[in-house]
């Protein structure tokens, strides 16, 4: 990490929605230099609410971008959601350890797991590291969440489906991992909520493979 | 002029208000306990419970009340939640980040007070702001006090900027003890575990310059201080938000090298590490160094995984126990503190049986134990507070019973045998000294000579407790340390 502590005012560039609840907020990166798998602490100018998100960009992108699945009962989401270009967000970061280094890349296979959103700092590896050796499985509920698929290499990306057939795979993320086999030292990522990392830790558990293998970031 | 300072919360605020009160003193205010006589009233806040902020708010209505009777200043800092903030700017005169302390002479100058004369009629006082001012400011914030305003306008950011915390460490603190002192070494917390608001309060982590750190505590151990405690949410951290600094593990063998150098005449704590970065090196410079204290303070918070994950504390058991294992090889006579959360947001009675499980296995000689309580703040308190708190009263019953079980194991082991004791306070069963030894174990001897407060004697052991061990003075230590005998 370098001398400099990052606190900002940042300016909202684009506000993306992908579907009815989840949407894309790029602003300004100000040069902020991260490693890929950070996250950032984001309020609205003034607020005094703050939440964190994932950085969602790659390391070669000229701004931020954060994906956030509103809680509509949430106290920050809502708010975001409403964002227009030109409103200004307070930052606070980079910050966070769920990150991955060349050398884990290099003798590792390596499988990234994630519900909704917590495909976000997936989304940033695979953008900042274009060579990665990687196996990415993606939780959600319909196809229209599979937020960016495009930027996976096909044979890389198991889309799971929990509520529509038109998924790779038809069924729960662990539903998956039950009937999937792992190289024994393979590393898995796992994001988003916490009783989906719980039941993939614990089959993969039952598969044989040890929790020092499995690196958590939990959203709630 | 007279100043009362009310300081809530951890050994971090009592770290500050040491410096809190140089920068106030040097202003020509002098200390009161008695807040009725004081024209300066401050508060050192602590957001982690909801009763310190409760009394703030007490506190501040009070003084408020006061205002139309006689002529005062308020001001708050410390551990502050943005919303809190938001409330205090209308309440207290001043509400500031402790990183802008070397500023309060300035702020109170703006403010109409020249120096603590123009708060009163009588004119004792010789003391001069501008004084106070070259005393306090460092060269660095000169330039920007030139233009405070600017500091203080409207836009500035909610969450709390650390980058000024340097100013703070630059104040000579006014230790409270003879005998034991604080050291801040580090400030802030980037680690967010959900249930914690501390990140939200003190900032990111930046590290103290370690020459600084070395130099306080060299003079610290010259000045015959026996008992130094390195300070920050995240000691273990230090050096990491800086390229060209050195590690915990290399400040910790460079202030074991100057206790060396020195005959080694004092005790060197830490508090708190988080297990996360607890490498073997750190654990290797303590056993390498006998200034540094044999005692280790490491926060488990749950022993269950999934639990771990959810309080977001970015290790797992099996990271724990390496480090356990790492103590225990390199310093088989080190005693093991931590910090449980029972009762946390959906802790099933399984989950907390491995809790239990893990004060078996890492024989703790003492566990601050919290039953848990979302706090305003933290991630975790916008989840269900899921848990009856008559099973959390249970869980800390349980828990508290069998650290109570392995302590009184541990200390019957100590009988017969002479430690080393610093001697910190008269008890309240008259008669009785209070001290610890070196890995903390609450000693007591009985003897009413107060004269041995603050120094080290031997003790004998003849009584265990527990939670505690008592015994009968053998010798005063002449300031010398006697070599380390397994606690
Ligand atoms: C390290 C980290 C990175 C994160 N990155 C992202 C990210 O990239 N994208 C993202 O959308 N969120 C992310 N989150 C979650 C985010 O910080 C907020 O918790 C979330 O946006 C809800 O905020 P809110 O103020 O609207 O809801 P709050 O007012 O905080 O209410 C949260 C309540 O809603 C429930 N809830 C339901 N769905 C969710 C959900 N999806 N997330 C959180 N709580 C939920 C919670 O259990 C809780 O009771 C991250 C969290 C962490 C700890
Ligand atoms: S490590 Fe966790 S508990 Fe300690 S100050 Fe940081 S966030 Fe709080």
Known sequence: MSETYYHNMHKVLQVQHLTEHTFVVQFERKEMPFIPGQHLVVGKKGDKEFRQYSI???????????????????????KLKQLKPGDELEINGPMGYF?????????????????????????????????????????????????????????????????????????????????????????????GNSEMIFDAMELLKDKGLNTNQMFAEVYF | MKYHLVVLGCQMNMSDSERVKSVIES???????????????????????????????????????????????????????????????????????????????????????????SLSQDRESTHNVEDVLSEVETKSKKQSLLNPLTKYSASKPVLPNNKDIFQLWNVKPQYQSEFEAYVPIQNGCDK??????????????????????????????KNGYKSITLLGQNVNSYGLDRDEELSFAELLTEIGKAGDSLQNPSWVYFTSPHPRDMSRDVIEAIAKYPVLAKQI????????????????????????????????????????????????????????????????EFQYNMAYIAMYSPRPGAQSYRWEDDIPQATKKDRLKRLSEKLEEISAAYNHRLLGKELQVLIR??????????????????????????????????????????????????TVLKDKRIPVSAD
């Open chain 1, 56 to 78: 969602y960009s790659g390391l070669n992108d000229p701004h931020f971008e954060i994906l956030v699945r509103e809680v509509e009962t949430g106290l920050v989401t809502p």
């Open chain 1, 99 to 191: 990150t991955v280094s060349e050398q884990r890349c290099l003798n590792h296979p390596i499988v990234m797991i994630a519900t909704g959103t917590g495909i976000a700092p997936f989304n940033s590896w695979v953008k900042s590291f274009p060579d990665m050796n990687y196996k990415m499985i993606h939780g959600v509920r319909k196809a229209e969440e599979a937020y960016g698929i495009d930027r996976y290499k096909k044979d890389r990306f198991v889309l799971c489906t929990s509520q529509e057939k038109s998924g790779n795979f038809n069924g729960r993320v662990t539903d998956y991992l039950q009937k999937a086999y792992f190289p024994s030292n393979t590393l898995f990522y796992l994001c």
């Open chain 2, 27 to 117: 202003m020509g205010f002098t200390h009161t306990d008695n807040e009725d006589e004081a024209s300066l009233l401050g508060v050192l806040s602590c957001s982690v419970r909801q009763k310190p902020i409760d009394k703030v708010y007490n506190r501040i209505h009070v003084w408020n009340r006061q205002k139309n009777k006689r002529n005062i200043i308020t001001f708050v800092s410390g551990c502050v939640l943005p919303d809190d903030r938001e409330k205090f700017l209308k309440l207290f005169d001043f509400v500031f980040p402790m990183s802008e302390l070397g500023e309060f002479p300035q702020m109170l100058r703006e403010y109409g007070v020249a120096s603590p004369l």
């Open chain 2, 192 to 221: 967010f575990c959900s249930f914690c608001a501390v990140p939200y309060t003190r900032g990111r982590e930046v590290s103290r310059p370690s020459a600084e750190i070395i130099d306080e505590v060299v003079q610290l151990m």
């Open chain 2, 297 to 360: 303070h490491l926060p488990l918070q749950s022993g269950d995984d999934k639990v771990l994950i959810k309080m977001n504390r970015k290790h797992n058991l099996d990271r724990y126990r390496e480090s356990v294992a790492d103590i225990r090889e390199l310093i088989p006579q080190a005693t093991l503190f931590t910090d449980i959360i029972v009762g946390f947001t959906g802790e099933t009675e399984e989950q907390f049986m491995n809790t239990l499980q893990c004060f078996d």
């Open chain 2, 425 to 474: 306070s008269t008890e309240r069963k008259t008669g009785f000294l209070s001290g610890h030894t070196e890995g903390k174990l609450v000693t007591r001897i009985k003897s009413k000579d107060q004269s041995l407060i603050g120094k080290f004697v031997k003790v004998k052991i003849t009584e265990s407790a527990d939670l505690s061990i008592a015994g009968e003075l053998v």
